[in-house]
Every structure is written in structure tokens, then in C-alpha cells.
DNA sequence: GGCCAGGACACCA
DNA sequence: TGGTGTCATGGC
């Protein structure tokens, strides 16, 4: 399959899911910075617990940058224990703030509106910010085209025979990013679909039941 | 009580 | 470069 049947194919899968499910329109979040603090938060962990984080943070005054650039580590994570990790997560944050507020004069805008490529590496060379974390920020707060691949991603391109079982996180990415539009608003109701249908029919069990996508022709494998 | 959740990183071979 | 342990709470 060439790449024009290639990215027809991503495009059907999209088609479909929002068909099913219609647009999600996320990320779940008022500014860029709490998507900054949510993309940090939910690393492996469930949004719920997310979400009993960031109320707390805002019950305790701590929702913009300024507030969390001048919050100790020791302060912030019995605020953020809730969202799991909370130490490592309080220090990640942490050290986010101190990088903007160092190198960008805490110019939170400047900072994201950087060209995607230097934006993302910048990201990754953060503690506690890896290719997934990046991604989503660079997506859902700086508004540029990068996919984002997380686990629901590739459980449901692996379990649909699409993707190999060992692919890394960049290939993946890649596989999107080479074959789909660099389209902002795909990019993110393609994630959040994927998401979505991840949570109802492909979780950690080795089945997908009643899976909107079961009945899909074959994709030419990634990778 | 066990499994799982919108990862990242240090360490080791 | 690939595998493994660690970080940790909370819902089901």
C-alpha cells in the first residue's frame, strides 16, 4: 500500500471513530499552563485522579506559572499526592517552572510559540518530560502539529494487526505524522478518539469487544 | 486484595 | 538498545 492508501486508511479509522463517538474537543483544561501541569499529572495515571489534583491545586491557590514557580517542591506534592507519583510529579513541575522562568524570563507564550521542533526538544531535555509528555503539550498548549502516541494508541493499532507488537515511540509517531495532513484540529480529536475507544473496548485484557473498529479492512504495517 | 491507569528514568548487561 | 525496577495514589 502506498502512502496515498496508507493515509486514506488512517483517514477511515478517524472517519469512523468520530462518527461513533463525535468530537471530544480536548484537552480537558482553562489555559495552556494547566494543560502543561494535566500532561505532567497524568503520566500513568489515571484522570481522575488527575482531576483531584488540580482542584486541590486550585483550592490552594496554585494555577498559574507564577504561583508554581515560587511554590517549594516540599509544598507543592502533599497538594498533588492524589494524581500518584506525587514527589517525582511535584519536582517535574518544578523544574518545568524553573526552565521557562531561567531561560524565557517566565514568558510562558514565548516559550510555546517557538518553532515545533526546537519547542519539542527543548521539552524532552526536562526532567521528567519524555516523547509522549512533549508531544501532548506541544499539541494541546502550543497548538503545533505533533501527534501524540500514547499506550491506547498503539494497544489499538497492535491489537488490529496494524502496527508490530516492538515499535518504538518515534516509528509510531512517525507513522501519523508521514501519512496524515499536519492538521492541528485532527491531530487532536485523533488522539482523544483514540483515547476514547481505548478505554471502552481495548484495555489491558488481550480482547477488544464491540470495538467500533473490529470489523476494519488491513492497514499496511508501520515500522 | 489485585489489577489498572492518557510515563519517565536510572541502572544494568 | 533492550529489559527491569522504581516511583504511588485511587477507582473498580
Not at 500513568?44 to 498559574?64: C, D, F, I, P, Q
Not at 523544574?95 to 522562568?101: L, P, R
Not at 476514547?196 to 484495555?203: D, I, Q, S
Request: charged residues 20%; hydrophobic residues 40%; aromatic residues 12%.
Amino acid at each position: 500500500m502506498n502512502l496515498a492508501g496508507r493515509r486514506s486508511s488512517l483517514l477511515q479509522v478517524y472517519k469512523t471513530l468520530l462518527q461513533v463517538y463525535g468530537p471530544q474537543y480536548w484537552w480537558p483544561a482553562e489555559t495552556p499552563f494547566e494543560v502543561i501541569v494535566g500532561a505532567i499529572l497524568t503520566q500513568n495515571t489515571a484522570w481522575k485522579n488527575v482531576e483531584k489534583a488540580t482542584n486541590a491545586l486550585r483550592n490552594h491557590g496554585l494555577v498559574s506559572f507564577q504561583e508554581l514557580l515560587h511554590v517549594s517542591v516540599e509544598d507543592l506534592a502533599p497538594v498533588i499526592r492524589s494524581s500518584g507519583y506525587y514527589n517525582q510529579k511535584a519536582a517535574k513541575l518544578k523544574a518545568f517552572c524553573a526552565h521557562v522562568g531561567n531561560h524565557w524570563q517566565g514568558n510562558l507564550e514565548a516559550f510555546l510559540e517557538q518553532d515545533l521542533h526546537q519547542l519539542r526538544s527543548e521539552l524532552m531535555q526536562l526532567r521528567g518530560i519524555g516523547p509522549e509528555t512533549a508531544d501532548s503539550i506541544a499539541l494541546y498548549a502550543a497548538e503545533k502539529p505533533s501527534f501524540v502516541v500514547d499506550v491506547y494508541t498503539h494497544r489499538v493499532f497492535f491489537r488490529h494487526g496494524w502496527v508490530p507488537e516492538q515499535l518504538s515511540y518515534d516509528d509510531l509517531r512517525g507513522f501519523f505524522m508521514d501519512c496524515l495532513p499536519r492538521d492541528v484540529s485532527l491531530f487532536k480529536e485523533y488522539h482523544a478518539l483514540l483515547v476514547r475507544v481505548g478505554h471502552l473496548h481495548c484495555r489491558r485484557q488481550p480482547f477488544c469487544t464491540g470495538c467500533p473498529l473490529e470489523s476494519f479492512g488491513p492497514l499496511q504495517q508501520a515500522g
